[in-house]
């Protein structure tokens, strides 16, 4: 659980890419597919300075079978995290930067101060010069107008 700052779920590709699965800030579990396998195909980054919490997986899961509301809980957050992930994939799979961009503004995100763009291109699939050129030009229609 990520208690402070925030953590990226990172994914690498066989060609050397690497893929911002889940971003989280504090409140937030990371990596929840990881309680139900040997060994996590993933990395966790810290984006900054933060602080995060950890159970040993043998209490957890023991945990969840003694405990329904836990289960319960668990099994909303699970629910979530494969929602959250299947708008992931459809905003990846728009053509173009501009709908990426709009349909992740339209889901309630913002975009973070200027040094951090790069982690909003890496979450939507496109490098960070193309994001870069797209927030140009919405700047210079802006400006426009």
Request: a positive charge.
């Amino acid at each position: 659980m990520v208690r402070s700052g925030s953590i990226h779920l990172l994914r690498h590709t066989t060609h050397g890419a690497q893929m911002v699965l889940q971003n989280t800030g504090p409140g937030a579990i990371i990596a929840e597919a990881s309680a139900y396998s040997p060994r996590y195909h993933c990395d966790a980054a810290a984006a900054g300075e933060s602080v995060v919490a950890s159970v040993p997986k043998e209490r957890f899961l023991s945990a969840l079978a003694t405990d329904p509301t836990l289960a319960a809980s668990w099994s909303e957050l699970l629910a979530r995290s494969v929602q959250a992930a299947r708008l992931r994939a459809e905003i990846r799979s728009l053509p173009k930067v501009a709908d990426r961009l709009d349909t992740w503004l339209g889901e309630g995100n913002r975009l973070p101060d200027k040094g951090r763009w790069q982690d909003v291109a890496a979450e939507l699939g496109v490098t960070r010069e193309a994001l870069y050129r797209e927030l140009s030009r919405r700047r210079a229609e802006t400006q426009a107008r």
